[in-house]
């Protein structure tokens, strides 16, 4: 009876509550702290904690943006490269947020099967972007070819292996904790690993679908903190008890104004608008095309209302200042909810950071846990708005085929154009 009634305790809305205290070894919560250099602990002793956690944060902000544009200039391989980096420094921080709270049990596998399932997850994604983006090059040296070919089957015989070995680890008494962990591993997998990879595929659609995004976000989180600083004064959002409604409400101003800023100086140049490309007789990354519309300027009306004010009737300006509004606006309004998740997330686990990384800031994750989901919000809009079919792809595809199927598509593409009166009629020729 003992038994049953501790089943359905377990089984009930105390569960987790009771679980907490047995099974995580207690309710106490992982120690983070901020490692700050001893020369700003020196140099700003005579300030308040306030305007000392103030400069700080603004002396690492400046530190992270001079760094984002060294990547930048440094071009596409280094920015994946970096993107890469990020994702697997967020992958431990959360981990390692999990093996905190669990490991007075010392679960067999779990740390190894963690690793080892984002080195399945990482193989199948970036496998999918080379055979996509490197065709050519793919089809060119034959193990390559045969790694593309069998690719998915290769990737799910490696993820089935960590799904048996999972099994086989399995121990008595630690099922529940095992299978917690199991679901941890996974669903940090789907937040960061599937979210870094939607970010090299906005990078392919050229820099500009990098640069803009993420510098939106940025803006937003540094104009949210200095207007909430300022002039802060009602609460927004519980989960942030520090957030205010200044804040938000001038940093989406902030952001709007630096979108179309920022867009307008970037259209104007090549290395920003044309897709990244790798060109296969240098075997390197290639930035150069022919600008599509949306940078090229052109004129739109001033709605009537507005004449009087700004005193002009047409504008020009770049068509992807336009798309801009829509990314600003959503690193403004939605954007910041991927940080009250992290925040309700740190606060579940009774951490003030995902770690002390960066002094003032907190770790990695602290820092990209908006830009994920802006990550996401850009592969979509980019799929649903802008995107159409590749032409390039489609001759790499067509030149892999056998001879008589090439043939065949030629003979039906003629038809077809000759029907739509592109082609004249082979009597007439």
Same mark, same amino acid.
């Given at each position: 009876?003992?038994?049953?009634?501790?089943?359905?305790?377990?089984?009930?809305?105390?569960?987790?509550?009771?679980?907490?205290?047995?099974?995580?070894?207690?309710?106490?919560?992982?120690?983070?702290?901020?490692?700050?250099?001893? @020369?700003?602990?020196? !140099?700003?002793?005579?300030?308040?904690?306030?305007?000392?956690?103030?400069?700080?944060?603004?002396?690492?902000?400046?530190?992270?943006?001079?760094?984002?544009?060294?990547?930048?200039?440094?071009?596409?391989?280094?920015?994946?490269?970096?993107?890469?980096?990020?994702?697997?420094?967020?992958?431990?921080?959360?981990?390692?947020?999990?093996?905190?709270?669990?490991?007075?049990?010392?679960?067999?596998?779990?740390?190894?099967?963690?690793?080892?399932?984002?080195?399945?997850?990482?193989?199948?994604?970036?496998?999918?972007?080379?055979?996509?983006?490197?065709?050519?090059? @793919?089809?060119?040296?034959?193990?390559?070819?045969?790694?593309?070919?069998?690719?998915?089957?290769?990737?799910?015989?490696?993820?089935?292996?960590?799904?048996?070995?999972?099994?086989?680890?399995?121990?008595?008494?630690?099922?529940?904790?095992?299978?917690?962990?199991?679901?941890?591993?996974?669903?940090?997998?789907?937040?960061?690993?599937?979210?870094?990879?939607?970010?090299?595929?906005?990078?392919?659609?050229?820099?500009?679908?990098?640069?803009?995004?993420?510098?939106?976000?940025?803006?937003?989180?540094?104009?949210?903190?200095?207007?909430?600083?300022?002039?802060?004064?009602?609460?927004?959002?519980?989960?942030?008890?520090?957030?205010?409604?200044?804040?938000?409400?001038?940093?989406?101003?902030?952001?709007?104004?630096?979108?179309?800023?920022?867009?307008?100086?970037?259209?104007?140049?090549?290395?920003?608008?044309?897709?990244?490309?790798?060109?296969?007789?240098?075997?390197?990354?290639? @930035?150069?095309?022919?600008?599509?519309?949306?940078?090229?300027?052109?004129?739109?009306?001033?709605?009537?209302?507005?004449?009087?004010?700004?005193?002009?009737?047409?504008?020009?300006?770049?068509?992807?200042?336009?798309?801009?509004?829509?990314?600003?606006?959503?690193?403004?309004?939605?954007?910041?909810?991927?940080?009250?998740?992290?925040?309700?997330?740190?606060? !579940?686990?009774?951490?003030?950071?995902?770690?002390?990384?960066?002094?003032?800031?907190?770790?990695?994750?602290?820092?990209?846990?908006?830009?994920?989901?802006?990550?996401?919000?850009?592969?979509?809009?980019?799929?649903?708005?802008?995107?159409?079919?590749?032409?390039?792809?489609?001759?790499?595809?067509?030149?892999?085929?056998?001879?008589?199927?090439?043939?065949?598509?030629?003979?039906?593409?003629?038809?077809?154009?000759?029907?739509?009166?592109?082609?004249?009629?082979?009597?007439?020729?």
């Amino acid at each position: 009876l003992q038994e049953s009634e501790s089943e359905n305790r377990l089984d009930g809305e105390t569960a987790s509550d009771s679980e907490s205290k047995s099974e995580f070894g207690g309710s106490s919560p992982v120690p983070t702290s901020d490692d700050t250099p001893e @020369v700003l602990n020196r !140099a700003l002793s005579n300030l308040s904690s306030r305007w000392k956690n103030w400069w700080v944060r603004g002396i690492l902000t400046l530190a992270m943006i001079t760094f984002f544009f060294i990547i930048i200039y440094l071009g596409p391989m280094v920015l994946m490269t970096i993107v890469m980096c990020v994702q697997i420094k967020c992958f431990h921080e959360i981990i390692t947020i999990g093996y905190n709270v669990y490991h007075s049990y010392d679960l067999p596998w779990f740390r190894t099967l963690s690793w080892y399932f984002l080195l399945c997850v990482n193989y199948f994604f970036y496998g999918e972007t080379v055979t996509d983006y490197f065709f050519t090059l @793919v089809q060119r040296e034959e193990p390559l070819r045969i790694l593309s070919r069998y690719h998915r089957f290769i990737s799910f015989a490696l993820y089935l292996t960590g799904f048996c070995m999972f099994v086989l680890s399995l121990v008595k008494k630690h099922y529940r904790l095992q299978f917690y962990m199991f679901g941890w591993t996974h669903v940090t997998l789907l937040i960061v690993v599937t979210q870094s990879h939607l970010i090299i595929h906005n990078l392919f659609e050229g820099m500009i679908w990098f640069i803009v995004p993420i510098s939106c976000v940025i803006c937003n989180d540094i104009m949210a903190y200095m207007f909430g600083f300022f002039f802060g004064r009602t609460p927004l959002i519980k989960l942030s008890p520090k957030k205010t409604w200044e804040g938000f409400i001038g940093g989406f101003f902030s952001t709007v104004l630096f979108g179309l800023l920022l867009s307008y100086v970037m259209s104007g140049y090549r290395c920003f608008t044309c897709p990244v490309e790798f060109n296969n007789d240098t075997n390197s990354f290639t @930035v150069d095309c022919e600008p599509s519309e949306l940078f090229q300027l052109q004129e739109y009306n001033i709605p009537v209302g507005l004449h009087s004010v700004l005193g002009w009737k047409t504008v020009r300006m770049y068509p992807f200042q336009i798309h801009s509004i829509a990314l600003s606006t959503f690193a403004s309004l939605i954007g910041p909810f991927g940080g009250f998740f992290a925040s309700g997330f740190k606060r !579940a686990f009774k951490i003030k950071d995902f770690a002390n990384t960066i002094p003032g800031h907190g770790g990695i994750m602290d820092r990209f846990d908006c830009q994920y989901l802006m990550a996401t919000f850009v592969n979509v809009y980019i799929a649903s708005f802008i995107r159409g079919p590749n032409p390039s792809k489609l001759i790499q595809q067509f030149l892999t085929l056998r001879p008589e199927q090439q043939l065949h598509i030629f003979n039906t593409l003629k038809a077809h154009l000759v029907d739509r009166g592109v082609l004249g009629s082979p009597e007439e020729a």
